[in-house]
């Protein structure tokens, strides 16, 4: 069955970098797009960026384009939001998930990771 | 940015009641790219509709979509106690996908 799971989460203070992957399990990854979404506490859902299966396009929100980047290892099926430059308004739970390009939908979701930006 | 604007905020009724819910996008979205999710609390979200109208595997028939363009509509016909959670719209048809503010179902 499809799993994702994310991992590296954490407490980081203002002004520091945090590494976020996704364990894909139960597809073929490379054959996926895949996204990132955040959810701010008690907020909605803010969608960061997709990349599509062989890692060569990627779009990211404009809120968060030259503070995080978005990459894939498809040899270890694994997902990956560099995030640098965080502010408290980056605290929030990330969410990975897949994108079905067949009948365009994010199908399967992790669990999701918090990350605390905090002095 | 396309952005998506959901009404209303939260919506209050009974179990066995009919649900709409709407949202709003700045700009005209291809039916094919346009999807809503449930999330209830302390879990991720889950596709519930996608293509605008189609039902995701697994979910009841009383969840149905529908619209073009701008406005897009979700139902459901008869409200069962798992239903009262947050509903998402999110469009795909920009390279920057964006979701709509969210709306609570919550029980009267």
């Known amino acids: 069955q499809v799993q994702l799971v994310e991992s590296g989460g954490g407490l980081v203070k203002p002004g520091g970098s945090l590494r976020l992957s996704c364990a894909a399990s139960g597809f073929t990854f490379k054959d996926y797009y895949m996204s990132w979404i955040r959810q701010a506490p008690g907020k909605g859902l803010e969608w960061l960026s997709y990349?599509?299966?062989?890692?060569?396009?990627?779009f990211s929100a404009d809120s968060v384009k030259g503070r995080f980047t978005t990459s894939r290892d498809n040899t270890k099926n694994s997902l990956h939001l560099q995030m640098s430059s965080l502010r408290a308004e980056d605290t929030a739970v990330y969410y990975c998930?897949?994108?079905?390009?067949?009948?365009?939908?994010?199908?399967?979701w992790g669990q999701g990771v918090l990350v605390t930006v905090s002095s | 940015e396309i952005v998506l604007t959901q009404s209303p905020g939260t919506l209050s009724l009974s179990p066995g009641e009919r649900a709409t819910l709407s949202c709003r996008a700045s700009q005209s979205v291809r039916t094919i790219y346009f999807a809503w999710y449930q999330q209830k609390p302390g879990q991720a979200p889950r596709v519930l509709i996608y293509g605008t109208s189609n039902r995701a595997p697994g979910i009841p028939v009383r969840f149905s979509g529908s619209g073009s363009g701008t406005d897009f509509t979700l139902t459901i016909t008869r409200l069962e106690p798992e239903d009262f959670a947050v509903y998402y719209c999110?469009?795909?048809?920009?390279?920057?996908?964006?979701f709509g503010q969210g709306t609570k179902v919550e029980i009267k």
């Open positions: 999110q469009q795909y048809y920009s390279s920057q996908w964006t």
């Open positions: 998930a897949r994108y079905n390009w067949n009948d365009e939908m994010l199908d399967y």
């Open positions: 990349i599509n299966g062989g890692g060569s396009t990627i």
